[in-house]
């Protein structure tokens, strides 16, 4: 389905799409196994005010578990020009789709508030791979001091994310006493994000290393929801988080399928990539099993 369909709820990965005019077609056929992909977008910070204002923007109400939250919705065509396809390698990696993990996510952060195994108050919070950014918006609107979304897209943040950060925020805060957190928005490919994204740690040197000097460096919890997809990304991925994290109390959470069927991809190869690398620690917070797609995680990693 196009990003801008009828339908409400979220949307299941899907690999390979029937061929679309715009040419692109066959998501990850698109490249061809000889030819390298394009270079990344530019690495860029993205204002609040720098909305694309021609793209229609719809939002809908959504449910979860007895919180109420906004879903943005545009057209992938009238974006990137796409009619039918979920990841373009290199030029779209999904960014308008709502995905199951991130709801799957939500409902998670959600619960574990109300066990008592996380507070968000004053935290320093980043969303990697945010796309409606819904868990990123639950941050916010749970006292989060601060929080960064990350997309590989700026045009995504510029026509999805920011404008649906601010229609939650303007709904929900209305009705309670919190303070607006911070909100930052940045695009960047994953070997590049750790160059623009404020909280990154430092070594002695001023380089960036995944050693914390400043212990005030760093983020007190990162979230990612479907961003685990591409094998080939996987060790990457990995590295920023340990760039990113706060030590030695940083917590990341992960919501992704088991398996990526036709890719390779998903959390256990990710997790795989964590216990052999030994320094974050790793835990299954929650599985969810629907019978709409493949087995579904949520996992939680931190410092050992």
């Known amino acids: 389905m196009e990003a801008n369909t009828s339908a409400t709820g ?10 679309s005019q715009s040419g692109f077609g066959l998501g990850f056929l698109d490249v061809p196994e000889n030819k390298p992909l394009p270079p990344p977008p530019p690495s860029v910070e993205v204002l609040s005010s720098q909305v694309i204002s021609n793209v229609e923007f719809n939002v809908e109400p959504i449910n979860l578990d007895g919180l109420a939250l906004l879903k943005g919705r545009v057209s992938t065509k009238e974006v990137f020009g796409l009619s039918n396809s979920d990841l373009v390698p290199g030029k779209y990696e999904g960014g308008l789709k709502l995905w199951e993990g991130s709801l799957d996510l939500v409902k998670t952060l959600n619960s574990e508030m109300q066990s008592g195994q996380l ?3 004053g935290k320093r919070v980043l969303e990697l791979g945010c796309g409606h950014g819904l868990p990123g918006i639950f941050a916010c609107l749970k006292g989060a001091r601060a929080v960064h979304f990350h997309d590989f897209n700026a045009e995504v943040l510029q026509c999805l994310t920011i404008p649906n950060v601010n229609a939650n925020i303007q709904q929900n805060l209305l009705a309670t006493d919190n303070d607006s957190a911070e909100v930052r928005f940045f695009a960047s490919d994953w070997s590049e994000a750790h160059l623009i994204l404020p909280h990154v740690l430092a070594d002695e040197g001023g380089t960036k290393s995944c050693k914390t000097v400043d212990k005030a460096a760093g983020y007190d919890i990162i979230l990612m929801a479907e961003t685990v997809y591409s094998v080939s990304t996987l060790p990457t991925l990995y590295k920023l988080i340990k760039k990113c994290l706060h030590s030695p ?15 390779g991809g998903g959390s256990r190869r990710f997790i795989s990539i964590v216990e052999k690398d030994g320094i974050l620690a790793a835990s299954l917070v929650a599985e969810v099993t629907d019978g709409s797609s493949n087995v579904r995680e949520i996992w939680k990693l931190h410092f050992r």
């Open 10 to 19: 979220p949307e299941p990965f899907r690999l390979f799409d029937e061929k």
């Open 119 to 121: 507070s968000l108050t």
């Open 249 to 263: 109390h940083g917590i990341v959470y992960l919501a992704a399928k088991k398996h990526y069927f036709g890719v």
